[in-house]
């Protein structure tokens, strides 16, 4: 379980506003949800987790994760929950090597903030 696509294959193109494009799909296979793929061509801000993104860098360790977060939380597949989403997030901060207080505050400000972006 966990990611099907390696660091060195992840491939975005840099956008307009703080945007970025995925180059080549990015594939998480998570025990509960399955497997989940942000396809390339997806669109997504690199980390949608406004309330604790001023203390961490979002060109770090965080990059795969926040692809398939945001593609969780932009197209909401059936099936997967809000919770399921930032679970997964948490669990990809880790195996790409986010510390226990990162990925606490992450999943934290997605927690507290994230209903937001759920809802739109």
């Not at 060109?59 to 909401?76: M, N, P, S, T, V």
Request: contains cysteine.
């Amino acid at each position: 379980m966990g990611f099907l696509t390696r660091k060195k294959d992840f491939d975005y193109r840099p956008l307009l506003n703080g945007l970025v494009e995925l180059q080549r799909p990015v594939i998480y296979d998570d025990e509960k949800c399955g497997r989940i793929e942000a396809p390339a061509g997806f669109v997504f801000n690199l980390s949608s987790y406004w309330l604790s993104r001023p203390l961490f860098d979002r060109l770090g360790k965080c990059q795969r994760a926040a692809a398939i977060h945001d593609y969780l939380y932009g197209e909401k597949p059936e099936g997967i929950s809000r919770a399921d989403a930032d679970r997964i997030y948490r669990q990809a901060l880790a195996e790409d090597g986010v510390g226990r207080a990162g990925r606490w505050a992450r999943w934290a400000g997605l927690r507290l903030g994230g209903w937001y972006a759920w809802m739109t």
